[in-house]
């Protein structure tokens, strides 16, 4: 399915990432992963290259693609998955601006950075595939991080806005958004009281590969979330409520993923 396809995947040293790596290689595609520091274990088990990217400062996302494009050929599919996240504090508005800032500029702007060194090639192409790893958060929200929930909101949005723009243009929009998936955010968090399900990432991976074959804009590894997002749109204030509910009850717990720790 992405026979020599050039696939370059932000965030892959483990993971979601790293999954969705492995899926492109199982496809034939010839894949480069990156992380702050070279995923070079990850690139090797799948015959792909590793680069070192820091997704929040637009040179070092430039240099990426210049590199992988250098070494591989000109990419077709670019898959926007680094995402950081952290608590609030004590209250909604308690996070640094440096913790804010963060969170802006690695789940929204390294997309945004990739976008702007790749749309004028993929454009005079006719043809590309912008994949964005964003959270059932941007659908919906993220309790216990204001900061992670407004950020992903942002990125589902820019990942419409591509489709919106660009979609008439040959080049597709796939936006991810998960719930709760087995990877470093979620590692300790106790999800017995849960009610969603705890997935791994290779069934998002899996999402993602249908998703594309079906040429599907949202990549929902937990199809409930499309209920909850329904039911969002249709009666907010009872939305609300059934959140707040649900917070009361997390908190009882200390098992909501932003309780105590920053990623």
């Known amino acids: 399915m992405f026979e020599n396809k050039i696939v370059a995947v932000t965030g892959a040293t483990g993971g979601i990432g790293r ?10 595609a010839k894949v480069a992963l990156s992380d702050l520091s070279p995923p070079t274990e990850a690139a090797e088990a799948i015959g792909g290259k590793a680069y070192a990217c820091d997704v929040s400062f637009e040179p070092s996302v430039t240099d990426f693609i210049d590199r992988v494009e250098a ?13 950081v996240g ?14 804010w800032e963060t969170a802006w500029q690695v789940n ?70 998960p719930q709760y998936v ?5 590692a300790g968090v106790d999800f017995s009281g849960q009610r969603e399900e705890l997935i791994e990432p290779e069934d ?24 909850y997002y329904i039911a969002r749109a249709h009666d907010p204030d009872a939305w609300l409520g059934g959140m707040r509910r649900m917070l009361a009850k997390l908190k ?4 909501y993923i932003f309780a105590e720790k920053t990623e």
């Open 19 to 28: 999954a969705i790596g492995e899926m492109f290689a199982r496809g034939g």
């Open 71 to 83: 070494d591989l050929g000109p990419i077709d599919i670019f898959v926007s998955n680094a995402g």
């Open 86 to 99: 952290s608590g609030n504090g004590p209250h909604v508005a308690g996070g640094s601006n440096e913790s």
């Open 108 to 177: 929204v702007m390294g997309s945004v950075y990739a976008a702007r060194r790749l749309m004028p090639g993929w454009l005079e192409r006719g043809e590309g595939r912008f994949i964005i790893t964003a959270s059932a958060a941007g659908l919906l929200n993220q309790v216990g991080s204001a900061s992670y929930s407004a950020t992903k909101h942002a990125a589902v949005s820019f990942a419409e806005s591509i489709a919106i723009e660009h979609g008439d243009d040959g080049i597709h929009s796939h936006c991810i958004c």
């Open 182 to 186: 087995r990877t470093n955010m979620t």
């Open 204 to 227: 998002v991976a899996e999402a993602l590969r249908l998703a594309i074959e079906e040429d599907r804009f949202l990549v929902l590894p937990h199809p409930v979330a499309q209920t």
């Open 252 to 255: 009882e717990t200390k098992s």
